[in-house]
């Protein structure tokens, strides 16, 4: 199983994924838009992409300062 780790290329593919999770993408769309070379490396994006979004789900909502 290919596993994205963070030397420069993978690194680019982290930012752009997480730009798009925040986004409001699903990891299905991420996946589809952003390069892939295989299915192992299409599966480690997905992977990552869905843990992107579990963890922005997951964090409190944060109040906003009135002015």
Do not use: N
């Amino acid at each position: 199983m290919a596993v994205l780790t963070p030397d420069g290329e993978t690194s680019a593919l982290h930012e752009a994924a997480y730009d798009l999770i925040a986004g409001g993408r699903s990891p299905d769309e991420v996946v589809e838009r952003l390069p892939a070379r295989g299915e192992e490396d299409d599966a480690a994006l997905w992977l990552y992409s869905w843990a992107v979004a579990q963890q922005l789900d997951e964090r409190p909502a944060v109040p906003r300062l009135s002015a």
